[in-house]
């Protein structure tokens, strides 16, 4: 498993930051709530290469339609989030929950945004992606959170929620909700998020830029 102390980075990494990648990456190689740790794997690999191909015109990537492991519709929606995402709206997502489930949907994502997450971190820190963790034994656990809503987004969410809409997304599977969050949560902000004063290289102020020109390029809706 890498370690991801990233020794070699161009830039300066912070222990947080490389402490929650690891955690990240000693989640995805155990069972899920929903998947397998085997299917876990296999849907980050699937990411990972059909993200890296996200320069290439859809109809030049080649890549196979079957995965061992992964149904094709569960394909499919890998593809779509990984290379994208801003593009799905409530009749493709009804499509594809219909296919596999809402849960299992919610966790795909999360491992799919995870690894986008990581691979697009070692680029712009210079180093190599860390290689797939080897699958831990085990089965999922299917445990379904009690105190879902239906607030209009396209899966059930946990309701009510004390955080932004964002925080919430994947909470119909805790798992997912925290493997995506222990990354992106230390990326993002730092100590005293509330305040617009932070001791860090960038500010508040620009770190708000950044997110949401990152956020307009890809769409995002929130």
């Not at 989030?81 to 929950?97: H, K, M, N, Q, Y």
């Not at 009510?160 to 949560?185: G, I």
Request: net charge negative; hydrophobic share 45%; glycine share 6%.
């Amino acid at each position: 498993m890498s370690d991801f102390s990233y020794g070699d980075a161009a830039v300066t990494v912070t222990d947080d930051i490389a402490a929650s990648h690891r955690e990240a990456w000693a989640m995805l190689a155990g069972p899920g709530t929903w998947w397998t740790a085997a299917e876990r794997l296999a849907i980050a690999d699937r990411a990972r290469r059909t993200f890296a191909l996200r320069a290439t015109p859809p109809w030049l990537r080649q890549l196979p339609e079957t995965e061992p492991g992964l149904s094709a519709p569960a394909v499919a929606i890998v593809d779509k989030v990984a290379v994208g995402a801003g593009s799905i709206d409530r009749a493709w997502a009804t499509e594809a929950i219909a296919e596999i489930g809402d849960a299992r949907y919610v966790e795909l994502i999360g491992v799919v945004a995870t690894i986008v997450m990581l691979d697009v971190f070692a680029e712009a820190s210079g180093v190599a992606r860390a290689p797939l963790p080897d699958p831990e034994d085990g089965p999922p656990s299917g445990e379904r959170p009690d105190g879902l809503g239906d607030i209009g987004a396209h899966v059930p969410v946990l309701d009510p929620f004390p955080f932004a809409n964002v925080a919430r997304a994947l909470s119909l599977v805790p798992e997912a909700n925290k493997l995506f969050r222990c990354v992106s949560v230390p990326t993002y902000s730092a100590a005293g998020f509330s305040s617009l004063e932070w001791d860090t290289p960038l500010s508040r102020p620009q770190v708000e830029l950044v997110a949401s020109r990152v956020s307009a390029m890809n769409e995002c809706f929130y």
